[in-house]
């Protein structure tokens, strides 16, 4: 959920005084104090965000074989304690410019995390790569480019499957998977490759993102036509979303501004939101994620393709890929007999309706008793995760969906 804080940016870039702006807010190292992000008393995500709510948890680090170290968090039982029988994992994978703590912003009876501990699942929380709590390299600081020398695929090949491995070893079960947005991309590309499978009993898609030729967000689509992302990257601005912050807070603290309003443009009108959540939301996002990472997604928008990452001549191409064109990830060879929930919104402008059936129908031949699909009509992007009836609408079918496989 790219949304609010990409919003502002973009319009602001759009809008004029681009140039001038754009230098300065984005090339500010800390200049006007600290880190961008607001302070917490109990600095991760189980002491800030999961105890206070009456569970356990517990933080882990995951290493992925490029050297990154990533933070995951485990709610291994819900708020009455043990129950009996084997706790089935889920592994809850979010989506761009947010990190574990978006399952977790409603109250227990709302947020995905805690249901899922209440109805008898060992939760774990991922956390991508540059963001607050997973910005750790065996070799690399942030302050180094090379550290954000990385695009979707790249969480496709080293990201999901050192999760996978992680949870499937200290679980030995299967794992259920639960994605939103691009968690969602990176999954079924995964899958398409028939990596992880191995270790996967289901998985839960909301707001699925595939193909993004006809996105409809107008922020996205400018933002890919413009060219955006690689203008930060000509300019030597490889992390994205730091600066963006504080910029949106600023902006939220002004009078008559909404900060509820501002996501619309980015994720299509948010039916469900409640307004202390955005606040909490705010708090905590946007995190930081590689500007190569947009440009990949901007190239698939522009080219409405699933291809890995274009270095844009084919004499790179080959030495990446061996071929001068990226080559492609095929969403119909993803097993047909693979366990598949999928939720979308008829609201969504990022994982908009048209895209959705561009996805659908490279599904066609999958077995028909694997498959279900949910359409929520007044759903958007943000709704699938904040929304304050999701627990009715999708969790509980989701649960269900689960408890089947
Ligand atoms: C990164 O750079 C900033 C400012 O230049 C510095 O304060 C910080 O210690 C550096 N971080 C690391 C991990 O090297
Ligand atoms: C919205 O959030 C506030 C603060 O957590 C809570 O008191 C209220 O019940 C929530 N409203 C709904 C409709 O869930
Ligand atoms: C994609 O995979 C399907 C099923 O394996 C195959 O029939 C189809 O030819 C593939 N498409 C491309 C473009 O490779």
């Not at 912003?105 to 956390?127: E, T």
């Not at 999901?160 to 691009?182: C, E």
């Not at 107008?218 to 490889?238: L, Q, T």
Request: charged fraction near 20%.
């Amino acid at each position: 959920m790219a949304s609010a804080l990409t919003s502002v940016i973009l319009v602001i870039l759009l809008c004029g005084s681009a140039l001038g702006a754009r230098t300065k807010l984005y090339s500010s190292n800390g200049k006007d104090g600290g880190s961008a992000l607001a302070p917490v008393a109990d600095d991760d995500i189980c002491k800030s965000m999961v105890e206070p709510q009456g569970y356990g948890c517990q933080e882990h680090k995951v290493k992925t074989q490029d050297g990154y170290i990533l933070s995951m968090q485990r709610i291994p039982v819900g708020r009455t304690g043990e129950t009996p029988g084997a706790r089935p994992p889920v592994l809850l994978q979010h989506g761009l410019l947010m990190d574990g703590i978006t399952w977790l912003l409603n109250s227990p009876d709302q947020s995905l995390a805690f249901i899922l501990a209440d109805n008898g699942f060992d939760v774990w929380l991922s956390n991508t790569r540059g963001t607050k709590y997973s910005r750790g390299h065996t070799s690399l600081t942030p302050n180094d480019s090379a550290y954000w020398d990385w695009s979707w695929d790249q969480l496709v090949t080293y990201e999901l499957p050192a999760m996978f491995q992680y949870v499937h070893d200290r679980t030995g079960q299967n794992i259920h998977y639960v994605g939103h947005s691009l968690g969602t991309l990176i999954a079924l590309a995964a899958f398409s490759q028939e990596k992880m499978l191995n270790m996967l009993r289901s998985a839960a898609l909301l707001s699925p993102i595939a193909s993004l030729g006809h996105i409809t967000s107008p922020i996205a689509r400018n933002g890919a036509e413009n060219y955006i992302a690689e203008e930060f990257y000509k300019n030597g601005i490889y992390e994205f979303g730091e600066a963006i912050a504080k910029l949106l807070k600023k902006i939220c603290k002004k009078p008559g501004i909404n900060c509820y309003d501002l996501m619309t443009p980015f994720t299509g009108q948010n039916c469900c939101l409640n307004s202390s959540t955005v606040d909490v939301f705010l708090e905590h996002e946007p995190q930081s994620t590689a500007t190569k990472n947009l440009i990949h997604l901007a190239q698939m928008i522009r080219g409405g393709t699933i291809g890995m990452y274009d270095y844009g001549d084919e004499d790179t191409n080959k030495e990446h890929y061996g071929q001068s064109i990226p080559p492609v990830y095929n969403m119909s060879s993803i097993p047909d007999d693979l366990p598949l929930f999928l939720s979308y919104g008829g609201q969504d402008a990022l994982s908009d309706v048209a895209d959705v059936q561009v996805l659908l129908e490279s599904l066609k031949d999958h077995d028909r008793d694997k498959l279900v699909v949910q359409y929520q009509e007044d759903y958007a992007h943000a709704d699938f995760v904040m929304g304050v009836n999701a627990k009715q609408l999708v969790y509980d079918p989701l649960i269900a969906f689960f408890r089947l496989q």
